[in-house]
């Protein structure tokens, strides 16, 4: 099993960066870690990261706008082969352009029960409104700061006398154990086969008069009483393969694509040479370009009538 590459974005102790990079020591964790990155040089966080081995980026946003400064942190986690971003006490509001380009693929760690207590002061915040339990939250981030999907959260005592900083230090040993599962939950979520198909799917029956059914025991998507271009491959004859079979819109195509990225392309077995085989279970599947690939197979077999519909539609 390849692991997912992470890279983890603190701006000080970074305590539960160290929780997330020893969790990643375990043979089994589905998660590497491929770089800690920080707004401060002197973060103490880094030091660690180092020592233990991993490579390391700090870099003081001061004198950065926003949107250049995220622009000089994304450049480093491409370098990095980074498919995932895990912020751990990053101190920095996020520019949309950061967001988006990490969309779906960064998480972030509140000590709070979201949705309440965004933002700052949370531990105060709790005590003072009478509550039985504080905690903590990992959730997917969005434009809205401490928002975005929460995957995962572990409530947490609030003891008589508690103070912010003895709430925070129970509930900072709750945040280490938190994180590292909900990440390794989360990388391997979108492996799993039901994942797969599902964001097949979606894309699919988004085509006009797009519908599903099994063939051959496999999940497959036609125009209505049409013929089908799409087919979700799971251990096909026990090829072990998660994959998405297309039709190709060329001949020597299917050769074509097999030859420039044999990791990801296949020759489908029993499908002839005008269908091809792409991985969905390696990393750095494009989501966008499958969606392209299965607009494409459809217009294959798309009936002319429908296939002018789409033409004025998409010319809008
Ligand atoms: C943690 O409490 C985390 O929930 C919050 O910032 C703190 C970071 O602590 N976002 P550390 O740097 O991970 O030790």
Known sequence: MTKAKVAVLISGRGSNM????YAAKAPDCPYEIVLVAAN??????LTLAAAEGIAIFGHSHKGHKRAEFDQIIHAQLQKAGAHYVALAGYMRLLSPEF???WENRMLNIHPSLLPKYKGLDTHQRAIDAGDTH?????HIVTAELDDGPVLGQTPV???PGDTPDTLASRILIAEHQLYARTLADFVTRERQPDWLLNRVREAALALPQAD???????????I???KKFAYVSRDHHGDGI??????TTAPEEQAMLIDRDPARYYRPSYFGNDWVGIRLDIDDTDWDQITDRLRASWRQVAPKKLLGLMDVAEEF
């Open 212 to 222: 599903e059914t099994l063939s051959h025991g496999m999940p497959c998507f036609g």
């Open 224 to 226: 209505v009483k049409g």
């Open 40 to 45: 401060d040089p002197l973060a103490p966080g």
């Open 134 to 138: 504080a905690g903590c939250s990992v």
């Open 157 to 159: 005592v609030i003891l």
């Open 99 to 101: 967001v988006g380009a």
């Open 18 to 21: 160290a929780a997330l990079l």
């Open 242 to 247: 998660i994959g998405l079979l297309v039709k």
